[in-house]
C-alpha cells in the first residue's frame, strides 16, 4: 500500500485528494480543492459509532461492511472518474481503517493510490505549526471606513502581482454584522485555518503582505496572534472616500444583488435588532427603524455609516502603531492605483508575475 506524507502530499503538483469522510466530518473542516466521496453517510456514521460504543469493535466493524458492501463498486467508479487529473491520495479523519479500506479496493480494481498518513488530523495539525512561520515579517495594511471598498482594492493589487492575503475571503465574512450576506453562514476556524495556510503557501518568499485592517475576529474565526501582531506594527495606508460614494458602493455590493431573495429582509432585520441594542440615540433608532420599514435600504446604509460604523472604525484605528499614509480616491479602483504608486515610492514592490494587464 502506498503511503504519503502531509508534507510530501503538500508539494505535490498535481494531487487529487479524494476526502472519505462522512459529509458532516468534510463540512466541518477540509483539505482546500479536497473531493467528498464519502464512504457512509452521516446516519450512517452515527449508527456504526453507537454500535461501537454500546457492543464493541468486532460489532461496528461487521455493521460497516453491511453499510460499504453495496457501495463498493459506484464508490470506485467515482474516485476513478478523477484518476486522470492527476495522483489520487485518499484520506479520512486520521488514517485509519476507513482509508485503508478504500485504498485496498482501488488496488484491486488496478487502480493505484495514495494513503494519506494520519489523515486530515495529521493535515491539521502541520498547518497549525506551520502558519505562525510563514507569515511575513513585514504588513502593508488596507485601513478606511466601511463602504470604501478595501477588498476591491486587495483584488486589484493582487492581480498586479501584490503578495495579498484577503482574510475576509478566508473568514466567508465581510466583518461587520451583515457580513455573511450573500456568503453563506461564514467559515468555520478550520476552513479558515486552511485557506491561510493555502494563501501563505501562495506569497511564500514575499517579505511582506498586503492586508485588511480587520479586527482580530472575523466572523467565526480568530485571526493568529502573529499575524496580529506583525498587523499592528505594519505600514498603514488610509483611503478616504465620500460617504456618498461609500452609501453607492455598499448598495451595489450588499443590496442590489440579493433584495429580491426570499431570505433578504429577515437576514437585514436581524442585522438591525443587533445594532439597535448598541445605539442609544432615540432619534437615529427611530431613523433605522422607519428606513427598515420602508424599504429604504439607501437611506438606513447612510445612518449606520454616519451613527454606527464610522465612530467605531476610528476607535479601532489606534491598535496601530505604524507609520500612516492617507489616499483620497473616488472608487475602489482609483484607490488601488494610488495606493500601487504609494507602494512602489515606498520600495514595496510586486513580488509575483501575473498575466493580468489590469
Given at each position: 500500500?502506498?503511503?504519503?506524507?502531509?508534507?510530501?502530499?503538500?508539494?505535490l503538483?498535481?494531487?487529487?485528494?479524494?476526502?472519505?469522510?462522512?459529509?458532516?466530518?468534510?463540512?466541518?473542516?477540509?483539505?482546500?480543492?479536497?473531493i467528498?466521496?464519502?464512504?457512509?453517510?452521516?446516519?450512517?456514521r452515527?449508527?456504526?459509532?453507537?454500535?461501537?460504543?454500546?457492543e464493541?469493535?468486532?460489532?461496528a466493524?461487521?455493521?460497516?461492511?453491511?453499510?460499504?458492501s453495496?457501495?463498493?463498486?459506484?464508490?470506485?467508479?467515482t474516485?476513478?472518474?478523477h484518476?486522470?487529473?492527476?495522483?489520487?491520495?485518499?484520506?479520512?479523519?486520521?488514517?485509519?481503517?476507513?482509508?485503508?479500506?478504500?485504498?485496498?479496493?482501488?488496488?484491486?480494481?488496478g487502480?493505484?493510490?495514495?494513503?494519506?498518513?494520519?489523515?486530515?488530523?495529521?493535515?491539521?495539525?502541520?498547518?497549525?505549526?506551520?502558519?505562525?512561520?510563514?507569515?511575513?515579517?513585514k504588513?502593508?495594511v488596507?485601513?478606511?471606513?466601511?463602504?470604501?471598498?478595501?477588498?476591491?482594492?486587495?483584488?486589484?493589487?493582487?492581480?498586479k502581482?501584490?503578495?495579498?492575503?484577503?482574510?475576509?475571503?478566508?473568514?466567508?465574512?465581510?466583518?461587520?454584522?451583515?457580513?455573511?450576506i450573500?456568503?453563506?453562514?461564514?467559515?468555520n476556524?478550520?476552513?479558515?485555518?486552511?485557506?491561510?495556510?493555502?494563501?501563505l503557501?501562495?506569497i511564500?518568499g514575499?517579505?511582506?503582505?498586503?492586508?485588511?485592517?480587520?479586527?482580530?475576529?472575523?466572523?467565526k474565526?480568530?485571526?493568529?496572534?502573529?499575524?496580529?501582531?506583525?498587523?499592528?506594527?505594519?505600514?498603514?495606508?488610509?483611503?478616504?472616500?465620500?460617504?456618498?460614494?461609500?452609501?453607492?458602493?455598499?448598495?451595489?455590493?450588499?443590496?442590489?444583488?440579493?433584495?429580491?431573495?426570499p431570505w433578504?429582509?429577515?437576514?437585514?432585520?436581524?442585522g438591525i435588532?443587533?445594532?439597535?441594542?448598541?445605539?442609544?440615540?432615540?432619534?437615529?433608532?427611530?431613523?433605522?427603524?422607519?428606513?427598515?420599514?420602508?424599504k429604504?435600504?439607501?437611506?438606513?446604509?447612510?445612518v449606520?455609516l454616519?451613527?454606527?460604523?464610522?465612530?467605531?472604525?476610528?476607535h479601532?484605528?489606534?491598535?496601530?502603531?505604524?507609520?500612516?499614509?492617507?489616499?483620497?480616491?473616488?472608487?475602489?479602483?482609483?484607490?488601488?492605483?494610488?495606493?500601487?504608486?504609494?507602494?512602489?515610492?515606498?520600495?514595496?514592490?510586486?513580488?509575483?508575475?501575473?498575466?493580468?494587464?489590469?
Amino acid at each position: 500500500m502506498k503511503e504519503i506524507t502531509v508534507e510530501e502530499l503538500l508539494n505535490l503538483k498535481d494531487a487529487v485528494v479524494i476526502d472519505i469522510r462522512s459529509p458532516i466530518e468534510f463540512e466541518d473542516g477540509m483539505i482546500p480543492g479536497a473531493i467528498n466521496v464519502p464512504l457512509f453517510t452521516n446516519e450512517e456514521r452515527q449508527v456504526i459509532g453507537t454500535i461501537y460504543k454500546q457492543e464493541g469493535q468486532a460489532a461496528a466493524k461487521w455493521k460497516a461492511m453491511e453499510f460499504v458492501s453495496p457501495k463498493i463498486p459506484d464508490l470506485l467508479k467515482t474516485i476513478k472518474s478523477h484518476q486522470s487529473d492527476g495522483e489520487l491520495v485518499i484520506h479520512c479523519w486520521r488514517g485509519g481503517m476507513r482509508s485503508k479500506a478504500v485504498v485496498t479496493f482501488l488496488e484491486f480494481a488496478g487502480i493505484y493510490a495514495w494513503r494519506l498518513v494520519g489523515g486530515y488530523k495529521a493535515y491539521r495539525h502541520h498547518i497549525l505549526e506551520e502558519i505562525p512561520t510563514w507569515i511575513p515579517e513585514k504588513a502593508v495594511v488596507i485601513h478606511g471606513m466601511t463602504g470604501v471598498g478595501k477588498t476591491e482594492v486587495l483584488k486589484v493589487l493582487k492581480k498586479k502581482g501584490y503578495p495579498v492575503l484577503d482574510l475576509e475571503a478566508m473568514a466567508g465574512h465581510r466583518g461587520s454584522i451583515f457580513g455573511t450576506i450573500g456568503l453563506g453562514e461564514g467559515h468555520n476556524q478550520k476552513t479558515f485555518d486552511s485557506l491561510l495556510y493555502k494563501g501563505l503557501t501562495e506569497i511564500r518568499g514575499s517579505e511582506y503582505s498586503i492586508v485588511e485592517a480587520e479586527s482580530k475576529r472575523i466572523g467565526k474565526a480568530v485571526q493568529p496572534e502573529k499575524l496580529m501582531d506583525v498587523k499592528f506594527n505594519g505600514l498603514n495606508i488610509y483611503i478616504h472616500s465620500s460617504l456618498e460614494q461609500r452609501v453607492k458602493h455598499l448598495v451595489s455590493e450588499y443590496v442590489m444583488p440579493y433584495e429580491q431573495e426570499p431570505w433578504y429582509d429577515e437576514k437585514i432585520s436581524l442585522g438591525i435588532e443587533k445594532v439597535l441594542k448598541r445605539v442609544r440615540d432615540t432619534e437615529i433608532r427611530k431613523t433605522l427603524v422607519e428606513a427598515l420599514d420602508q424599504k429604504n435600504y439607501h437611506e438606513l446604509i447612510s445612518v449606520l455609516l454616519e451613527h454606527y460604523y464610522d465612530p467605531r472604525y476610528d476607535h479601532a484605528r489606534q491598535d496601530y502603531i505604524g507609520a500612516f499614509f492617507d489616499i483620497y480616491a473616488d472608487n475602489p479602483e482609483d484607490a488601488a492605483e494610488k495606493i500601487d504608486f504609494k507602494l512602489r515610492e515606498l520600495s514595496f514592490l510586486p513580488k509575483f508575475e501575473t498575466n493580468s494587464r489590469v
